[in-house]
């Protein structure tokens, strides 16, 4: 298995465009997560979805910041407009969430820079 | 507010000598908690994991003690190894499985 696959490895851009970064799971889990990591916070959960279905978005730092998984192998999270508070490394992660087992397994991350 | 805390953003150690990486947290609802282990440029990789019932849980030279009462767990290394040097995170859940909660990890340097 390939793992879980994020693109872009690294995104640049300018301070009011859209952003969209993109993962795919491993295929046959259920759940998907994505997390930002800063210096100042660790890894911080956004947004958790489960079979597609959204579970828990608290982690969303402004109406700025969406995520859609359309279906079970691809999942987008949009930041529209982009700041430069945004930037971080952005982390996808998918579980198989059986057996009472919780482990992620990560992609490689996209390193967000909003100048 | 941090729900899981690393309070030590690095640590450096003798190859062949133990590491002992220290996490607290603060929320009694936690069941599960985990340690990944992070190179540079790539995502964090699932190192081991203890479920509230247990108090230890070993994989050969990892080891991760959980003490409940103090809200503290420990990932102990041994013998460490050159090529455990990266970034170290603890990771908490409250067993439902769909919340996550990381500390600010960990810099590990095994000196060789």
Same mark, same amino acid.
């Given at each position: 298995?390939?793992?879980? #696959?994020?693109?872009?490895?690294?995104?640049? @851009? $300018?301070?009011?465009?859209?952003?969209?970064?993109?993962?795919?799971? #491993?295929?046959?889990?259920?759940?998907?997560?994505?997390?930002?990591?800063?210096?100042?916070?660790?890894?911080?959960?956004?947004? &958790?979805?489960?079979?597609?279905?959204? #579970?828990? !978005?608290?982690?969303?730092?402004?109406?700025?910041?969406?995520?859609?998984?359309?279906?079970?192998?691809?999942? @987008?999270?949009? #930041?529209?407009?982009? $700041?430069?508070? !945004?930037?971080?490394? &952005?982390?996808?992660?998918?579980?198989?969430?059986?057996?009472?087992? &919780?482990?992620? &397994?990560?992609?490689?991350?996209?390193?967000?820079?909003?100048? | 507010?941090?729900? +899981?805390?690393? %309070?030590?953003?690095?640590?450096? +150690?003798? *190859?062949?000598?133990?590491?002992?990486?220290?996490?607290? /947290?603060? %929320?009694?609802?936690?069941?599960?908690?985990?340690? /990944?282990?992070? /190179?540079?440029? *790539?995502?964090?990789?699932?190192?081991?994991?203890?479920?509230?019932?247990?108090?230890?849980? *070993?994989?050969?030279?990892?080891? +991760?003690?959980? %003490?409940?009462?103090?809200?503290?767990?420990?990932?102990?290394?041994?013998?460490?190894?050159?090529?455990?040097?990266?970034?170290?995170?603890?990771?908490?859940?409250? %067993?439902?499985?769909?919340?996550? /909660?990381?500390?600010?990890?960990?810099?590990?340097?095994?000196?060789?």
């Amino acid at each position: 298995d390939a793992g879980v #696959i994020q693109s872009p490895r690294h995104e640049v @851009t $300018e301070m009011g465009q859209e952003v969209t970064l993109r993962c795919k799971p #491993i295929s046959g889990h259920n759940s998907l997560f994505w997390y930002r990591q800063t210096m100042m916070r660790g890894l911080e959960l956004l947004i &958790y979805f489960n079979n597609n279905v959204p #579970i828990d !978005d608290s982690g969303m730092p402004e109406d700025r910041f969406s995520a859609k998984m359309p279906n079970a192998s691809f999942s @987008t999270l949009k #930041i529209q407009p982009s $700041e430069p508070r !945004d930037s971080a490394v &952005y982390f996808c992660a998918s579980s198989p969430q059986a057996g009472g087992s &919780y482990e992620q &397994y990560f992609g490689p991350g996209t390193r967000l820079t909003v100048t | 507010d941090q729900q +899981v805390k690393q %309070n030590s953003p690095s640590l450096s +150690v003798q *190859e062949g000598r133990i590491s002992i990486l220290n996490c607290d /947290y603060t %929320n009694s609802m936690f069941d599960y908690f985990l340690w /990944y282990k992070k /190179y540079p440029a *790539e995502g964090p990789t699932f190192l081991i994991s203890i479920s509230s019932i247990k108090d230890k849980n *070993e994989d050969g030279r990892f080891t +991760v003690f959980l %003490n409940k009462s103090a809200k503290h767990l420990s990932l102990h290394i041994v013998p460490s190894q050159p090529g455990d040097s990266a970034v170290y995170f603890c990771a908490a859940t409250p %067993n439902t499985g769909n919340q996550f /909660y990381f500390g600010t990890g960990t810099s590990l340097t095994v000196i060789p």
